[in-house]
């Protein structure tokens, strides 16, 4: 009550037809303080974010170090073109979806599968048991994750491949088969992030009107049709929400895991474009390669995500913006 | 009316078997999340022959502490361990200011500034710089090879920012605000002697999440650090765990290669344990907490 007040009153102020200036000026004697708080962080968006974005022009130059970003000779679109025509450029670009679309696959609706079965557990202890030990591995760190990996899938000494010869299965060597680097990534994001992904599906659930419930029980409803009709519908919105962030991230999907997953053997598969744009850019020393592709990868991602924001907009009312 | 009880009584018995379906995939979910966990406890205390084996189980076999004092003893993890430390305390001490600092302007209605500074936030995360921008430009102003790098690079979070102005903006009574500036307060003394007081709660989530992404960063360790002396224990891990590169300090007194592969073995599950105590400890305690975070920040608005 009292907020919607105060914004009305806000509204009032700076709708006034005083001249701009004047407003400006009143704007500035009222928030100086504000302004003052936020001095630091914007300072800090300007510098760290705002002036490497300036420094994306690097893509459209022949850098030298000598002559800095600003002074080096403009080279056009040629890096961005010989990117498309190299060799590398389809691998990494089935490489990098293959895996974000595995993983968003098989890693988006299984948050919502646990959510659920755990809003339909009756007992409290069990269900905060099983969340406190789902949501433990999420703050495990990712180089100590691979380590894992490597220790559990291990050919001759891993507990899997001993698990494996109980059936008489040979041993596979999991962190060197080209084949298996998607299956074991996109396995071990959901083993290390589905009971963290599932709590903002529990809030969503929490905040169902319990009548509903209710109702559909005197109804003759049971469990199946109440997760059907109530539940999926009730998290929806946040679903598709959490959807387009998910898409979001498509062209950006883990540098960190892939490039501690990556060996020689597996490189065919675990090639991909942030892990590319890292050996380019700072092990070989091709600032402006790097820079084009990076570039190239970002505004792919944002295409991506405008166009996911338009469909769930008009598909279901739900969007970021 | 006989119908009827008898659909209430099929319904009761199709409740029970969700119910003991829903139970036991979810035991067996809790299960395959622990288990890994506890077997890297056990492993780390086990005869590096009965892990090869297959014999370690569920509980040490040939129990020895032998990985640990290899580790205990070695300096470069020691000073990795003390890099981590530092960073991970200074830099979320930056990172709580600069967070708030911005959080309490950005929940102001009525502040001028309000909308360009959230587009201006927002827009850094749908468009970056970069890579090598980004590298260049911390060579540039010189932070790059330095401590600064590690935490002033990620000493603001939009996503926490967000968290923290929803939870401002829901959580402080607008009449608190109204009955200080009566008295005469100013947003500076506002924000410093009640936002920050009663903002506790949300300060705990922020310094978690803060926290943990400083201790489990190696990126920008392996990015902008070439000096080994300034290694977080990421980066150390990551040479120990990832690429095998035991240091040939812990593997002074051991004498032939079947021995320390062994030990190597053996260092690796010990080290998983001691890099992550300092989080599992703190787990527990502060579960509720994290949970909360998420929650807020799941607001819309």
Known sequence: MTQTKTAQKTRAVTYTKKPLSKRMRRAFLRDWQLLLLCLLPALYFLIFHYIPMYGVQLAFKDFRAADGIWGSQWAG?????RFFTSYQFWPLIKNTLLLSFGQLL?????????AILLNQ?????FRKFVQTITYCPHFISIVVLVGMLNLFLSPRSGLINHFLGLFGIDAIHFMGDPGWFRPVFILSGIWQNAGWSAIIYIAALAGINPDLYEAAQIDGANRWQLIRHIDLPGIMPTATMMFILEVGKVMNIGFQKAYLMQTGLNITTSEIIPTYIYKVGLIDAQYSYSAAISLFNNIINIILLVAVNKIAQKTSENSLW | MKAATKSKMRRGLSDRVFDIVNYAILGLVALAVLYPLYFVVIASFSDPDAINTGRVLLWPVGFNTMGYEKIFADAKIWRSYSNTIFYTVLGTTINIFLTMMLAYPLSRREFCGRKFLTFFMMFT?????GLVPTYLLMQDIHLYDTPWVMVLLPALNVFNVIIARTNIQNNIPEELYEAACLDGCSHLKYFWKVVFPLSKTIIAVLVLYYGVAHWNDYMNGLIYLR????????LVLRGILVQNQASASMMGDVE??????KAAELIKYGLIIVSALPVLVIYPFLQKYFEKGVMVGSVKG
Request: avoid cysteine; aromatic fraction near 22%; charge should be neutral.
């Open chain 2, 256 to 261: 032939s290669m079947m021995a320390q592969q």
């Open chain 1, 106 to 114: 098989f890693g988006f609706p299984i948050p919502i599968i646990l």
């Open chain 1, 77 to 81: 679109f040629k890096y961005f073109e």
């Open chain 2, 227 to 234: 000096d080994e002396g300034l290694y977080p224990l990421q």
């Open chain 1, 121 to 125: 557990t009756r007992s409290t202890r």
């Open chain 2, 125 to 129: 995360l749908y468009f970056q710089g």
